[in-house]
């Protein structure tokens, strides 16, 4: 007789299912933890607000993915950064441009959270458990510069790979080989294809040679360990001499200009560096400090001796690249240029609190040397007006400001709590046994507050922007159908205006300046001039097509122009033709009951008027116009206060211009 039988699945043991979960998997999670986070609180941003860089990096994808060149509205861009471009160009395939930025925003979460990887492989090459290495993983897709991940700017793929070049550069010189010194050659390639700037990877690996070398007083035998790295730089040096390092820099030639001002950059360069204490959680820096230190003094391996030379080498070059930029007019924190250095301090505390946690009271000085920049040198300092553009930490900052609603007192509030965080650091010396895990939980809290108070202050920033600049459907042009259109801007529009316009509508295909206009980034731009019939001209043809004219800094009419579309700053109009001006031009001015009287001039073709204009009434003005070409008025106002940032005066109401052939009799 026969008898079926099937065996019975027996439950796994609860503990044998979390042994089967090894690092690798936990590292995967936070990865993919992390791309879900970024993506998310990305895709709740209304819109880019980071001009004009946002809008090259989108504009250099739309034209690799149209034209397979790289160009910013037709003209070449000479622009060497072109790795972001590259990698986004299939998201702008897409017809939608709102859907294309919301899958930039994607790619970008994706390649700013791989940044994990490189550091956990770091931690591990330097013989750090893997606990301690995932719990370094971690912090650094927490800190707050993971805001870029939903910005359109190359910022969310140089971050992997320059962590990548870095963590490559070190096993290169711990332990030689042909794989790892292409390793980093390649990341270190990628890297500068994504931000110039890091064209010093190579230099500081150089460096990291000879210093590795006179540590073991074999400098002949380490250049000769690397000489496959040396001789291909040296290759890659040969176009840079042919084309001149203008030619190479392009976009970036300006960077020549620079001038070195010791006293000014070290200044910033300071500034940036206390940025780094806060950026990083604040009560793992003094163990950073000292975990470095030991790498350099008493290395425990040759790999430690490696990141002891690379990661000082690369962090002082960051922050004199940051602190140069801020010297020579930027006057601003400059964390998109050294937010790079975060996860090396993790990585060097972990260092330090491997050795279980010596040097306690030089550790405690540390944090009291803390407690003091902390209560001397407030954010606030930094964080005013447009200092925190460059800094997710000093937008962190002006989210408390905004929720407190008083600047001193959120400065003395964050003092106070890195204070608390260095008595934390220093207490915790004293108490090894529990002190890594309680601190890498303080770190990655305050890092997670950080990160949320920047990207509350980024969104709440850009749905202004939106709300105020495009709102409504912001593609207004691309909706309307009439093929390519030009941008007219006036000479008192703004700047960011003109760009976000750009960003949203791609069938701006051309930027038009009116006399006296300046153009709103580096690339492609035509002069307007007027023809004696009042047309406007580009190099002496006339200006066709549909126009998007501004209404920001101007009130422009045309003759016979029917206004298709309009937002607060910009008008649409398409194609027509012009004729001969004849009638008045009249408006009314007024000032507030509050202010003092004050005196308008008015210069036009064929005559001049003063209008005296008193506070809590109106003054109607009529001016007759006359003209078979270009018609200008010039006013002159005494200055009465501000609106924003904009100097205001006597208050107009918006010109109205009608026709009447008796004008001209």
Known sequence: ??????????????????????????????VAASVVVRTL?????????????????????????????????GGSAHFPALLQPL???????????????????????????LAAVPVFLLARRLDLGSSLALALAALAVAVPDMLYASWVLADPFAYPLVLGALAAGVCALARPSRGAQLTFLLLAGLATLARVQFVVLPVCLVLATVALGLRERRVRQSLREQRLT???????????????????????????????SPLAIGKWAAADAMLVVYSCGWVLAPGAVLGLVLALWRPRSRAELAFGCVASLFSLAVLFQAGL?????????????????????????????????????????????????????????????????????????????TLIGDTGLASLTIALVAGLLSLVAAALGFRPR??????????????????AGAVAFDHGLSSRVRMNVVPGNPSLVDSAGLGSATLVQSPFGDRGFATEELFWNRSLERLALLPGAAPPDAFASERLTF??????????????????????????????????GHTRLYRLLPERAGGRIA?????????????????????????REVVPVRPGESTAVSLLVCSSGPWRSQFSAPFTGNIGARFVSVRSTQPVFRADRTACQ
């Open 583 to 607: 009638g008045r031009l009249t408006f009314s001015l007024n000032l507030p009951r509050s202010a003092d009287p004050a005196i308008l001039r008015l210069h036009y073709p064929g005559g």
């Open 531 to 564: 023809a004696p019939d009042g047309s406007l001209l580009v190099r002496g043809r006339e200006l066709r097509g549909a126009l998007l004219v501004d209404a920001y800094g101007a009130t422009m009419r045309f003759r016979g122009a029917r206004e298709v």
């Open 87 to 113: 990698l986004t160009a299939p998201a702008w395939l897409v017809g939608d441009v709102e859907t294309s930025y919301r899958l930039v925003q994607l790619t970008g979460a994706l390649g700013m959270s």
């Open 434 to 451: 529990r002190a890594t895990p309680a601190a890498l939980g303080v770190a990655l809290a305050v890092c997670a507050v950080s990160s």
């Open 1 to 30: 007789m026969a008898v079926a039988a099937r065996p019975a699945r027996l439950p796994l043991p609860r503990g044998l299912l979390l042994s089967r979960v090894g690092p690798l998997h936990w590292l995967g999670a936070i």
């Open 230 to 260: 040396l001789g291909l730089l040296g290759l890659a040096l040969v176009p840079f001499f042919v084309a001149g390092p203008k030619g190479i820099l392009g976009y970036y030639r300006g960077v020549l200009d620079l001038h070195l």
């Open 325 to 401: 930029y801020a010297a020579n007019g930027a006057e601003r924190i400059q964390e998109r240029y050294f937010f790079y250095v975060l996860p090396l301090a993790f990585v060097a505390f972990g260092l330090f609190a491997s050795r279980g946690w010596p040097h306690r009271v030089p550790h405690a000085l540390l944090a009291g040397v803390l407690i003091a920049v902390s209560a001397r040198i407030p954010l606030s300092g930094f964080s005013a007006a447009d200092g925190k553009s460059n800094s997710p930490l000093l937008l962190a900052a002006g989210q408390l400001e």
């Open 41 to 73: 609180t990305g895709w709740l941003r209304a819109g880019p607000v980071y001009f004009p860089d946002e809008y090259i990096y989108s504009e250099l994808g739309r034209s690799i993915a149209e034209h397979g060149r790289p160009l910013v509205r």
